[in-house]
């Protein structure tokens, strides 16, 4: 896993005209597969309500196991995969290396400008599964995304007709301009309450806003710490915190003292694969 090609992945590139014409991906082959790219938290969840209500055919829904999640995140996990399964969808989890061995790997953290979590924790083990079950690059890939959702968002688009990060797959984000309050319908249909933050499938996430730093655990607090101290590099920059160290990161989050916005210094790499959503 380690080692696997992490850079874009076009392999499958093929013209509109292939794929045919319908947005579901019926071809002439018969169904094409739909793989709803999930982590499970709201706008996942709406997805999966949404395909149910749409009547998606063939549709698999594939969670990535980061190794780095919340302690009670595989629990909404299998909650989210009892109700794909009740609406007819296949479920998968695809392991990846896990957060801790990619940053023993990295000799370092992901971060502002080098993050690439999202490529190994998600990406790659995305990609194998997707190769060995879609060896054609026919499915389309559905991703909750929505402008509504952040800055770094907005300009989300409905298609991306052969992207280069799914290997040449079709990328679908059918919710893109779905309000909160829309997204928030789906998830009253599919008997699910409304998370006050985003997925867990990381905890803490690099992008990891004040709240998110107040809901972490003892636990989860002392196993960052853990692998600081490992590699003897912070997760978080000092500059951006004025804290070294997870402990002073949770002390300013405490405290309240004001810095930027975190939401708008999210890259482009959490968003390739829905992180967080
Ligand atoms: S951006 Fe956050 S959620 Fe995505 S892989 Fe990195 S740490 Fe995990």
Redesign the pocket.
């Known amino acids: 896993m380690a080692g696997r090609e992490v850079a874009p992945l076009a392999r499958c590139h093929w013209s509109r005209a292939d794929r045919g014409s319908s947005l579901v991906g019926v071809s002439g082959a018969g169904v094409r597969m739909n793989i709803i790219s999930s982590s499970y938290g709201n706008d996942s969840m709406s997805l999966i309500q949404w395909a149910h209500e749409r009547d998606l055919p063939d549709v698999t829904v594939v969670y990535c196991d ?1 190794g ?1 999640a919340a302690p009670y995140w595989p629990q909404r996990v299998q909650d989210g995969e009892r109700l794909a399964k009740k609406y007819g969808f296949a479920t998968v989890q695809a392991k990846s290396l896990g ?1 801790k061995e990619l940053v023993r790997m990295k000799k370092g953290w ?1 971060g502002n400008g080098q ?1 690439f ?2 490529a190994h ?2 990406g790659v083990p995305f990609l194998q599964w997707a190769d060995e079950n879609d060896v054609d690059c026919k499915a389309t890939v559905l991703i909750g995304k929505r402008r509504a959702e952040s800055e770094a968002r907005k300009l989300t688009p409905e298609f991306i007709e052969a992207s280069e990060h799914h290997g040449g797959r079709r990328v679908w984000h059918p919710l893109y301009n779905y309000s909160d309050e829309q997204r928030n319908m789906l998830l009253e249909r599919a008997g699910f309450d409304v998370l006050p933050h985003r997925s867990m ?2 905890n803490p ?3 990891a806003n004040r709240g998110d730093f107040l809901r972490l655990t003892k636990g989860e607090i002392e196993r960052v710490n853990d692998l600081e101290v490992e590699i003897g590099k912070p997760m978080f920059r000092p500059k951006r915190f004025n804290a070294i160290g997870i402990h002073g990161v949770v002390v300013w989050a405490k405290d309240g003292r004001k810095r930027a916005n975190i939401e708008s210094e999210e890259s482009e ?2 968003s390739l ?1 829905g ?2 959503v």
Do not use: H
């Open positions: 980061t780095w957060m992901p993050q979590c999202t924790l998600k499938e990381c996430c690099v992008n790499c959490a694969f992180c967080g």
